[in-house]
């Protein structure tokens, strides 16, 4: 056993050295190179095959080039063939809009011309298919893309000058409709200043005509003190016209009568001015006869039908009128006290450049002038209110709102929107009332709500 071991051991190995030898000699002839005594020798190319193998590749470069530039030029010619049709649906749309123009105002050749080259254009744009569909390009790219962009910018160019024209002419009739819209509005505004200033000279209350005492209701009230508002603000206005010819600082006037107040607008400081005609106009409207004859009135004259008489004899006459023929009656005595209340000595002289006016009311003998003309109509419609309001049952009454009260929609309205609108409102703040502009009425059950200037209280 010991000697045939070894003998077969070494057997094993030289065949394993054999076929380990056979396997690198395939791999190194596969690879050109052959193992020679352990020496590895390199099989380099003939002349012959490195000059085929030149040929080969050289070949294959120019097949390369020419695919590329047939590629190119395909592309190309399909590029110049969509701009081709890209351009003849713009020029389409512009025979399209030339068409919808010739037809308002109605154009009978502009119709027919845009409708010729709509057809055209469609036979063309056919044409282009049919070229794309049969990949027939017998044009140069170049000048084609060229010429379509020149086609397209044109179009362009037709449909932007069509629709400049259309809104010109949208422009002209829009301007028409203004300048027609503006008579019609002059007109009427022509027409409600001679209504205004025909029922202010009459002195007219044309739904009150034929009235009896006893079909008095609270709507009656509402029309005759919308009246009595509007007069009172014709006169305001007229005063401040005065002050701004007579030089007079409006703000510090604004600013004496209503102390503090900080107005949401320039134009609100009219209502410190209506605020204060107000307050002299109405004062002692709860009293008969606004206390003229202080507490000596007979219970005879303090009935509604007394009331209401005065009221029906008034409210048909001019004011001026009725002073003129009655320059002793109650109503003059109500229109020489107010007057001498509401219009200070400085103020008349600064306006009129004297007080003989002043002088003439005091004395009964009223003037003829606008100012005064104007303060007689307000006066009046203010007499005709608080008559009507001791001819109704029960009486109406007068009520006012103090400084600093929250904003009740029951028996407020704000002149001044922007109180409620204003981005400085926070929930530290809110508006409350800074003084009264109007004076409401309460007759019977129903409120007729004050109007009231709203400004920002701190609340704590």
């Not at 900080?262 to 209506?274: I, P, T």
């Not at 307050?279 to 002692?284: C, I, N, Y």
């Not at 005065?310 to 009656?329: G, N, V, W």
């Amino acid at each position: 056993m010991e000697a045939v071991m070894p003998s077969a051991v070494t057997t094993s190995k030289s065949k394993w050295a054999r076929t380990f030898s056979k396997v690198l000699h395939r791999h190194a002839t596969a690879a050109g190179v052959v193992p020679d005594g352990g020496v590895h020798k390199v099989k380099l190319p003939t002349e012959t095959e490195e000059w085929n193998d030149c040929r080969t590749t050289k070949s294959l470069s120019q097949k390369f080039d020419r695919l590329h530039d047939e590629e190119l030029e395909t592309k190309v010619a399909l590029e110049a063939l969509v701009a081709k049709i890209f351009a003849t649906v713009s020029a389409i749309k512009a025979g399209y809009a030339q068409l919808q123009h010739a037809q308002s105002p109605y154009d009978a050749e502009g119709i027919q011309g845009a409708d010729q080259l709509i057809v055209s254009y469609l036979k063309k744009l056919s044409e282009l298919k049919q070229c794309f569909l049969k990949k027939q390009h017998d044009f140069s790219p170049e000048k084609a893309m060229a010429l379509a962009e020149i086609q397209e910018l044109k179009s362009l160019s037709t449909t932007f000058k069509i629709m400049g024209k259309k809104l010109e002419s949208q422009a002209r009739l829009k301007e028409s409709e203004i300048i027609f819209l503006r008579e019609k509005l002059d007109e009427s505004n022509k027409q409600n200043r001679l209504l205004e200033k025909r029922l202010n000279q009459s002195g007219q209350l044309v739904l009150l005509d034929n009235l009896h005492i006893s079909g008095l209701n609270p709507t009656h009230f509402v029309t005759v003190l919308r009246q009595t508002v509007k007069s009172i603000r014709s006169f305001v206005r007229l005063m401040i016209d005065e002050m701004k010819l007579a030089d007079w600082d409006i703000n510090a006037a604004a600013s004496s009568i209503e102390r503090g107040v900080v107005f949401w607008k320039e134009d609100d400081k009219c209502y410190a001015f209506e605020s204060f005609i107000c307050r002299e106009m109405f004062k002692a409207f709860h009293l008969p006869y606004f206390s003229l004859f202080g507490s000596s009135v007979p219970e005879g004259k303090k009935h509604p039908q007394v009331f209401f008489d005065r009221f029906t004899a008034l409210k048909s006459m001019k004011a001026r009128e009725y002073l003129a023929s009655k320059p002793k009656s109650t109503f003059a005595k109500f229109c020489r006290n107010k007057y001498l209340q509401v219009v200070h000595p400085k103020m008349e002289s600064s306006f009129f450049g004297n007080s003989s006016n002043r002088e003439m009311v005091g004395s009964y003998q009223f003037p003829d002038t606008t100012f005064f003309t104007s303060f007689a109509e307000m006066a009046k419609r203010v007499w005709l209110l608080h008559c009507l309001a001791f001819s109704l049952e029960p009486k109406a009454s007068i009520f006012q709102i103090s400084k600093g009260c929250r904003f009740s929609e029951v028996y407020m309205e704000s002149v001044a929107e922007e109180a409620f609108l204003s981005s400085e409102i926070t929930p530290e703040s809110e508006p409350r009332v800074a003084f009264n502009v109007v004076p409401g009425f309460m007759v019977g059950k129903t409120v007729i709500q004050c109007q009231v200037y709203l400004s920002q209280f701190k609340t704590r």
